[in-house]
């Protein structure tokens, strides 16, 4: 890293250390970027959701306040700048409804969530989001991960920890052991589909990848909860 | 300005906690922003008034964020005030890029910065895009930025700030449109670089925000932009630098009528409440000082004058 923060940064006590870390953590991922030490074919994070917003059922007009179908022809040319995707419009929402496309609350996705029990087809999904996101961690910061890996093995902050863990996991119980090892074991697995998957195709890995899915794309519109 | 005086305003007492606010806003903006500043970097501390600006933007932030977050039905917390205070620094330095180191730096940062907002890489080469860097960071691990609503308005944030140095360097395309669509493309630049500004604000600060109270944010965003560029007229022109309200006939008069229809629809749109008030009084509070601003540039040229209030 060519600069380091002072420790000022926010004040004091731990938030500031935080925020200090995270500086340092997202400097040095763009760093190791620069340096080549990352494939950067992969995104990191990607903002962008004009791909996904293209299949959103509604448009939502900002300037004229305006709910649209999403091929509605009454989309004014100078709104289209302002237009944001809707999934899930709220009842009250409809009072904006577009009186020439006459958009609906959309009923179908209700009846599947209900066939679904509820949010139960969203959070698997959600899961395999996760689970996705996870292994593309492992597959671009690969080499990175068993470099740092190996040098904190043998430091002597790796070694605290490594006695700490040993102490840990001779307290736990029967049951607590297996379940930790049931997870120690998938990662196992997961880290080893990872290499064997780049092996097979011979490169550093950018052939044939799963892109995945925008984060969110059937997420309802906002968070819906308002977090601190 | 004629026609002033029959427009609705704020009472005395509710432009006196508006000064007040204003001040404790600045104060906090400061707090927050000085030892991140100081930490990466500190030229910008001895940089001949830029940072002071910086802090009027973030207090500023701050007070439509504070309208913003009443509006949705909460609590403007000191989490909150420290997010508004980020997201003004952040659009200060990212404009610097565009505005204060000539075209092919303008150009230069939307390549890179879309490379940031589409793959989420960024080439740090200095201090000030190091600060950029780290603020834009900080403000991005407050909320979930892949929300859909959030994700689309930094994106279209881009998007109209993209279009607007479009239209700077290369303003041939816009010369060859009738008079009517020239400023319908500029009026429409103008409003959508506000009203996508303040919808990231207000879903930094609220996400879910209402969608039926969006679109009157957005009427907000777009004023302020129009007022904004009312005080800067003079020295936009100068710089040849062509806006909505610098082509316009009769930019006074534009201004008032849309000042006088943006507020009507707030004050009919929005739930009462505190945060009505704020929005409206501060729109009110900037409104006259930036026709103060443009008065005293008008002879004035190039200099421009900052309002630090």
Redesign the interface.
Known sequence: MSKKPSGKGGGHGTVAQRADLGDSIAIMIQELRSRGRIDDSQPLLRIDYRKEAATAPFQFDMANARLHRTSCCAIPRGSKSALYAVWTPAPEDMEMACKRCRPVMPVEAEEDEMANGKDGGRERELATDIIFGFLSIIDQFGSVLTERGREYRSSERGKEVVKAFETLYSELTKKQKEALDITVSSLDVLVGAVRRYNEGFGTNGTNGRSAGKGTGAHKKNGNGRARG | MAGVSHLWEPDAGLLRDIESMAREYRRRAE??LK??V???YPALLDGGGEYRKMIELSTKMTMVGHACTEI?G?RF?E??RRMSALFGACCFIGDSFIDDFGDEAAREYIERYELL????????RN?RE?LF??IL??LF?E??????????????LF??QK?DVDLRLDPGWLKVLRRRSRL?QLR?CA??RS??AI?VLS?F????????Y???L?TAG?LIMYIDDHGDCYSDLYHNRVTYMNQVKNPSATLLRAFARGTERLRKGLPEGRGREILLAFLYRYFITRIEKHRLERDRGRYSWTVYE
């Open positions: 707090e927050h030892p991140i100081s930490s990466y949705g909460y917390d989490r909150r907002l589409t793959k989420g890489w960024f080439d740090i201090d190091r860097f780290v960071t900080r691990g909320r979930d930025v892949l929300d859909p609503m959030l994700r689309q308005a930094i994106f279209s998007l109209a279009r319908d429409v409003r959508d009203g996508h919808t879903l600060l609220v996400p879910g925000f209402p969608l039926r969006h679109h009157l957005y777009a």
